[in-house]
């Protein structure tokens, strides 16, 4: 229970930036690869329990084809690999607390090869045909993969993730020295905040310790 826990958290912090480009925002039109969806996650209780997009609605094969396509040239259909990538470093990184290094190695390997067939990256392009067939037309996805082939659209493919990694690192350092600012203002009505706001002081190490400053006989180390 644990682990998948910790596996679904893991997906939700970094599922934007690490994996391929996806279609993002409630306007069809606006396919912006990289971008992620502004949604709100739901809990992981509700992740755990979700059934996997119905694969049931027929698309028309020249559709299919099409999409497939788009799915290429945006390198959206690389989103299977990434997630199952992701997911294989993460238990890689969860087990090597929990197994001697000499178990590790072929754990892992047991791990892939009944992860992959269980799952191969195939079944997430796979289900996210029928998702593009419901929100574009066949004459969306031609016009989108037009341009998407020219020049400035690879461009875009290739560099949205960067710029949204950053943005999104930029927004977030904005907005948290902007809320440190209002907690320090509220300060003298809310005293309960002056320890939180506090810079914390490392504790002294002991002799001998990782990290402890070496003695020398002349007195304590200089600052």
Not at 38 to 58: D, M, T, V
């Amino acid at each position: 229970m644990k682990l998948s826990i910790t596996l679904i958290a893991a997906l939700l912090c970094v599922a934007a930036p690490a994996f391929a480009q996806v279609p993002a925002g409630s306007n069809p039109p606006q396919h912006q690869p990289g971008v992620p969806a502004q949604h709100q996650a739901p809990p992981p209780s509700a992740i755990s329990q979700a059934a996997p997009p119905s694969l049931a609605g027929k698309v028309d094969p020249a559709e299919d084809a099409a999409i497939r396509h788009l799915m290429d040239v945006t390198e959206t259909s690389k989103l299977g690999d990434n997630i199952n990538s992701f997911l294989t470093d993460r238990i890689r990184t969860i087990m090597s607390h929990n197994l001697s290094a000499d178990k590790l190695p072929k754990f892992m390997d047991s791990f892939s090869q009944k992860f992959s067939a269980a799952s191969p990256s195939s079944a997430v392009t796979d289900a996210m045909v029928p998702i593009y067939a419901r929100v574009f037309t066949m004459d969306d996805i031609q016009q989108i993969t037009k341009f998407y082939e020219t020049p400035v659209g690879q461009k875009m493919v290739k560099q949205m993730p960067v710029i949204n990694q950053e943005a999104q690192n930029t927004g977030v350092q904005i907005e948290q020295n902007a809320a440190m600012s209002v907690l320090d203002g509220m300060q003298d009505d809310y005293p309960e905040l002056k320890p939180m706001l506090q810079p914390q002081t490392p504790a002294p190490s002991a002799p001998g310790a990782p990290g402890a400053a070496p003695s020398t006989e002349s007195g304590p180390p200089q600052k």
